[in-house]
């Protein structure tokens, strides 16, 4: 998934441990090679390859993902959109870009982006993407898809306690050895060395999303690797989104729609979901919270 996976668990031993976390291994391994874009045989990528052609039959954990995905798009007024990825061919953040793509190519980028073209039927377990060149990608919700998982199938083989962390997408279950909660700590990415929430994360999942390592300055503007499928534009004005949730892959799905959302409709729109909070900087160092966190000085 082309990102950092850190895997503990509590056991008896070390020799334990590691056959714990290497099933966990191979757990991931499993979901990227289903979901991931850039190995040409996966089922997401023969998705991609037939738009506009054919729909494709596929794994029913593949077709749940993405009725998933589509449901957290309308959720999010389609803020979230996992057909945002045709617009990965004109916004680069591998610092190759030099100017804004014009308003022409973006607008045809972004003529190619729209869940509701995304076709599925459940009868044939098939998805169908309705428009030559439209892609799907799973870059943010698949860390989070995937830290589930791994964690279920921790807990289904007997381990007790211990976190998945996903590039900042973070799951946890049980408690340390003594006995204390699994807490994380939140940083302000302009100010890395000193965090400034601890919390506790209890048998749920906090994803942070920023946009400290993927960007692209242009004409003094700092353009996240985020994108509004809906202009086409990156998002701006916010530098981290930490969601914390239930689930890992709705925490993840929600931090990148509050970076598109924007810092008031985004936590308007967390303040309706139960269980669910958030925690916002933006781009002058100030912290923005849902209703349930309180962080003092
Ligand atoms: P990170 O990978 O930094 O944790 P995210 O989880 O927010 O960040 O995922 C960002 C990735 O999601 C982007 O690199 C891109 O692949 C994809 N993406 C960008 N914009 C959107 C969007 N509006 N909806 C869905 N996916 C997006
Ligand atoms: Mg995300």
Redesign the pocket.
């Known amino acids: 998934m082309g990102s950092r996976f850190d895997i503990t668990v509590v056991a008896e031993d070390s020799v334990q441990a590691k056959q714990y976390i290497n099933t966990a291994i191979k757990e991931i391994q499993r979901i990227e090679s289903l979901i991931s874009s850039w190995s040409k045989d996966s089922q997401t990528s023969l998705i991609n390859n037939n738009a506009g052609i054919t729909p494709i039959k596929v794994d029913k954990e593949l077709f749940d993902l993405i009725s998933r995905a589509i449901q957290i798009s309308k959720l999010t007024d389609g803020a979230f959109d996992i057909s945002y990825a045709s617009m990965d061919k004109i916004w680069k953040f591998d610092d190759s870009m030099v100017e804004i793509p014009s308003n022409k190519e973006i607008e045809a980028s972004v003529a190619k982006v729209g869940y509701s073209n995304i076709i599925l039927d459940k009868d044939q377990s098939t998805v169908f993407l309705k428009l030559k060149g439209m892609k799907i990608g799973f870059?943010?919700?698949g860390?989070?898809y995937a830290a589930d998982k791994a964690k279920k199938l921790l807990i289904a083989i007997g381990v007790d306690a211990g976190i998945i962390n996903a590039s900042g997408?973070m799951n946890t279950w049980g408690k340390q050895p003594d006995g204390s909660d699994w807490k994380v700590a939140i940083t302000n990415p302009l100010n890395k060395n000193n965090a400034f929430a601890l919390l506790p994360v209890i048998n749920k999942a906090v994803?942070t999303?920023g946009n400290y390592e993927k960007y692209v300055v242009l004409g003094n503007k700092r353009y996240s690797h985020i994108i509004d499928p809906r202009t086409g534009y990156p998002s701006t004005g916010i530098v981290s989104v930490s969601v914390f949730a239930p689930k890992a892959e709705l925490a993840?799905?929600?931090?990148?729609s509050v970076f598109v959302m924007g810092i008031e409709t985004g936590l308007n729109r967390i303040n309706q979901l139960a269980g669910v909070e958030c925690i916002i900087v933006d781009e002058q160092g100030k912290i923005h919270t849902s209703n349930h966190i309180k962080i003092d000085n």
Request: glycine fraction near 16%; avoid cysteine.
């Open positions: 870059g943010a919700i860390k989070g997408d994803v999303s993840d799905a929600l931090a990148t």
